[in-house]
C-alpha cells in the first residue's frame, strides 16, 4: 500500500443500532490501521466503501442496491458490501456490478461478504496496512487515490475457508471465498470500537441473533439463533467505556430479552444489575426489547429502577389485535403489552414509551387496525416506528393470502404517524420545565445538539450557561474562550420551549451545573 497519503475509507450503514455498532466497530478498525475515515458525503479522497445492509423490508433491499448501483458508477474505489442482505441475497448484491459497470471502470472491484463473517472484515484493515506499497493497488480511485481492489483480493485468498457463512443450516453460500474469523473473541461478539466515529453515545453489543421464528420476520434467517455475550466480558466493556468518560452506554442485539450469560445464565435484569454493581457512573440505556412472557418480572423491574438505567424503553409491540399478534407468531397479548408499559411508569416515572409497529399484515381487518390504533392512543407512546408489511422471502407469512393493499396498509400507516405525533408533543409539554440528566452529541451551527436520559433531542441556543459556567453561546457556536461539553460527556438540562427557528428537535434546552 502506498504510504504517501493516507487513504480513505466511507461507510453506510442501513437498518437497526446493532448494525450501526458493527459498523461503528469496523471503522475503527480502519483507524487503528492507519486508514482516515471519510465522511459519506465528503468530497475527499475514498479508497473503500464500505456498505453494512439491513433485510427486515424490501424497501431496505432496494435502498441498499441503488445506493451501491450509484456508489459503483460515481465512484472507482474498491465497494465491499456486507450485513444481513448480503447473507440472503449475495447473488443478487454481486450481479450489481456487471450491470453498472463503465468500460473506463476498474474491474473486479465489488465485494461481497455475507453477514454471518462480517466479523472477518475487522481483520482486512491491518492486511491491506501490511502490504508493501503498490502491492495492492488495483488502478486509480476516487480524486487520485488508489482502487485497493487487489489487496482486497489477496486478502480473500489469505483468508479462504471451505466452511459456509455462520448461520441456519440452508443459508445460502457466500459469493467468493469468504475469509475466516481471526485468533482473538471470534465471532459475533468480535464487534468493540474503542473510538466512535459516527455517534457521540456509546453502544455495547451484549446479544446477537433470535430464537423466534415470527411469520413476517427474515432477521433470525440472516443471523441465526440467540447467542449472548458471557456478563464478565460485558462488563471489561462497559468498564472500558466508563473509564473514557463516557457517560452513557446502549445495550443493544437483536433479541436482548433473550440475552442468557453462557456461563452464569444471568438474564437481561440480572446482567443490569451486575454492571451497576460493578460500574459507579456510566448511564446504561437499553435498545428495544420484545414483550416475552414473564420478561418484566420484579427482578427486571427493579434492575431497571435504578437512576443509571435510562427512563427511555422502546418496545417491540407490532400489532394491538390478538388475532394478528397470533398470525404473526407473537408470544404475547394486547393485554401483555398494556400491563408492560404501566409496569415501567410504574417504576420509572414518567419514561418515553416508544414502539414497533406493523401496518397491513395480511388478514388485518379494519377492525384489527383499530385496534392497534386504540392501544396506540390508550398508551400514549411518545414514538411510533411504523412501517407497512413487507413480504419478505423464506419467511411463513410470505405464502399468506389475504393481502393488505398498499394503498391501505399506507392509509393505516398515516394515521399511525398522527397518533406519533400527538404523543410525543404531549410527551414534550409533560416535561417543559423539568431538569434531566443529558449526553452531548454534536455541535450544530449555532447551537449544541444534545440527548436527554428520556430520549428528548434538545438544541442548546446562545445566551445559555455551560456545564463549567466560564461562559456562554453566542451566535456561530462556542466561544474560543468557553470550552464546549464534550460529545458524550454528562450534562444537566432544564428543557424550555423550542424556538421555532430550530428544526427537528424536540425542545430547546438550557444547560446547568
Not at 446493532?18 to 492507519?34: C, P
Not at 459497470?101 to 484493515?125: E, N, T
Request: hydrophobic content about 35%.
Amino acid at each position: 500500500m502506498s504510504a504517501v497519503e493516507r487513504p480513505g475509507v466511507s461507510f453506510y450503514t442501513l437498518g437497526c443500532k446493532l448494525n450501526q455498532l458493527e459498523t461503528e466497530s469496523i471503522a475503527d478498525a480502519f483507524g487503528k490501521a492507519g486508514f482516515n475515515i471519510v465522511p459519506w458525503e465528503s468530497r475527499s479522497r475514498r479508497d473503500i466503501l464500505v456498505f453494512n445492509t439491513c433485510t427486515v423490508t424490501s424497501k431496505a433491499e432496494q435502498k441498499a442496491r441503488r445506493v451501491i448501483r450509484c456508489a459503483l458508477r460515481e465512484s472507482a474505489a474498491a465497494v465491499i458490501v456486507t450485513g444481513c442482505y448480503a447473507q440472503l441475497g449475495a447473488e443478487k448484491i454481486a450481479a450489481l456490478e456487471g450491470e453498472v459497470l463503465r468500460p473506463a471502470g476498474v474491474p473486479g472491484r465489488l465485494f461481497v461478504i455475507p453477514g454471518g463473517a462480517k466479523d472477518s472484515i475487522l481483520d482486512l484493515p491491518f492486511f491491506l496496512a501490511g502490504l508493501s506499497p503498490g502491492e495492492g493497488e488495483h488502478g486509480r480511485g476516487d480524486s487520485g487515490g488508489l482502487c485497493l481492489a487487489g489487496g482486497i483480493r489477496r486478502w480473500f485468498e489469505t483468508w479462504r475457508t471451505d466452511a459456509g457463512p455462520a448461520g441456519e443450516p440452508g443459508s445460502p453460500p457466500a459469493v467468493g471465498p469468504v475469509p475466516a474469523a481471526g485468533p482473538a473473541l471470534s465471532g459475533a461478539f468480535r464487534f468493540t470500537a474503542d473510538e466512535f466515529s459516527f455517534h457521540s453515545r456509546a453502544f455495547l453489543k451484549i446479544q446477537d441473533g433470535c430464537d423466534r421464528r415470527c411469520a413476517y420476520c427474515r432477521v433470525p434467517l440472516a443471523r441465526g439463533k440467540s447467542q449472548s455475550l458471557d456478563s464478565t466480558e460485558v462488563l471489561a466493556r462497559l468498564a472500558a467505556l466508563e473509564s473514557r468518560k463516557q457517560a452513557e452506554a446502549v445495550l443493544t442485539g437483536v433479541n436482548i430479552a433473550q440475552y442468557r450469560c453462557p456461563a452464569t445464565g444471568r438474564n437481561l435484569g440480572e446482567l443490569l444489575c451486575f454492571l451497576l454493581k460493578h460500574t459507579s457512573s456510566i448511564a446504561l440505556r437499553l435498545s428495544s426489547i420484545e414483550v416475552e412472557p414473564g420478561f418484566f418480572n420484579p427482578a427486571f423491574l427493579d434492575a431497571v429502577s435504578s437512576s443509571r438505567v435510562r427512563p427511555h424503553f422502546h418496545l417491540s409491540v407490532q400489532s394491538g389485535s390478538a388475532a394478528v399478534l397470533d398470525a404473526m407468531g407473537r408470544p404475547y397479548s394486547p393485554r401483555d403489552i398494556r400491563e408492560s408499559a404501566a409496569l415501567l411508569r410504574n417504576v420509572k416515572g414518567d419514561p418515553f414509551l416508544g414502539c414497533d409497529i406493523i401496518t397491513g399484515f395480511p388478514g388485518e381487518s379494519p377492525e384489527d387496525f383499530e385496534k392497534t390504533r386504540g392501544l396506540c392512543g390508550d398508551i400514549g407512546f411518545a414514538w411510533i416506528h411504523g412501517f407497512p408489511y413487507s413480504p419478505r422471502p423464506g419467511t411463513t407469512a410470505y405464502v399468506l393470502g389475504n393481502r393488505v393493499s398498499e394503498a391501505e396498509s399506507g392509509k393505516r400507516l398515516k394515521t399511525l404517524m398522527e397518533i406519533s405525533r400527538n404523543g410525543r408533543k404531549a410527551y414534550v409539554r409533560r416535561w417543559i420545565g423539568k431538569t434531566v440528566d443529558a449526553v452531548a452529541e454534536t455541535k450544530k451551527f449555532p447551537f449544541l445538539n444534545v440527548l436527554t436520559d428520556n430520549y428528548l433531542r434538545l438544541c442548546i441556543p446562545e445566551g445559555t450557561v455551560n456545564p463549567s459556567g466560564r461562559g456562554n453561546l453566542r451566535s456561530g457556536g462556542f466561544r474560543e474562550e468557553t470550552a464546549a461539553p464534550v460529545p458524550g460527556s454528562a450534562l444537566k438540562c432544564r428543557i424550555t420551549p423550542l424556538d421555532q427557528q430550530y428544526g427537528g428537535f424536540d425542545a430547546s434546552g438550557e444547560i446547568g451545573t
